[in-house]
């Protein structure tokens, strides 16, 4: 299958593929369980995004591979059992991706650029950094905030705040393929990945923590 492979730091991987593609794998049983109290719309994004977060664990942490993910109190997905490692998953029209960082809290976000961009869009996601992109033409507007946005989704996902922590408010300046936000770093895949995809992380937790959680 068509997917994208990437350690983005040591310990961290992220994987891309199309739904169209990974829908087609044979689920696992407990993806096959889980699938059925969601509603129909849902079902397909679902089991390519457990196929593909599968298959990144077995290139990567094959014991893992098998193990049930489930939802923490902030509702992202966890391995039943192994809270210490981080996974996330992410999925927009038919791109999905996927992210594995053992020791680490870590998110991941897709996005296809949108088909029209606002200047009042532009300056709520860019902040200042907006007027360098409005004058673009709209193709490469639309793609630039799509990049923006992933970087900053990505960051409240590692920190499971979801929107409620503002990813608009992150500072991320257009056209920069690595950053720093509060205690988590993120990075851009420019030139890995045709559709805009970021990652952040946390630091590796140290082996007393990782005891003691």
Do not use: Y
Not at 62 to 85: F, I, M, S, Y
Not at 133 to 145: C, I, K, W, Y
Not at 164 to 173: H, L
């Amino acid at each position: 299958m068509n997917v994208l492979m990437t350690q983005v730091k040591p310990s961290v991987w992220v994987a891309r593929g199309e739904r169209s593609q990974w829908v087609r794998a044979d689920p696992h049983p407990h993806d096959q369980v889980a699938v059925a109290t969601l509603p129909r719309w849902r079902v397909e994004e679902f089991l390519a995004s457990r196929a593909l977060l599968r298959h990144l664990l077995r290139a990567t942490l094959p014991e893992l591979a098998a193990v049930p993910v489930r939802a923490d109190k902030q509702g992202r997905p966890v391995l039943a059992g192994h809270p210490n490692t981080g996974i996330s998953i992410s999925h927009d029209g038919d791109a999905v991706a996927v992210a594995v960082a053992p020791h680490r809290m870590v998110g991941v976000d897709v996005q296809l650029p949108p088909e029209h961009t606002t200047d009042a869009l532009l300056r709520r996601c860019l902040g200042a950094h907006a007027r360098h992109v409005s004058t673009l033409p709209e193709p490469q507007r639309a793609a630039e905030l799509a990049w923006v946005w992933t970087a900053q989704e990505a960051c409240v996902k590692a920190a499971g705040t979801g929107l409620s922590g503002r990813p608009w408010a992150i500072d991320v300046p257009p056209g920069r393929h690595h950053g720093q936000w509060d205690d988590f770093e993120w990075i851009s895949l420019r030139g890995r990945s045709q559709t805009p995809l970021s990652c952040a992380f946390s630091a590796p937790r140290g082996t007393l923590e990782t005891l003691c959680t």
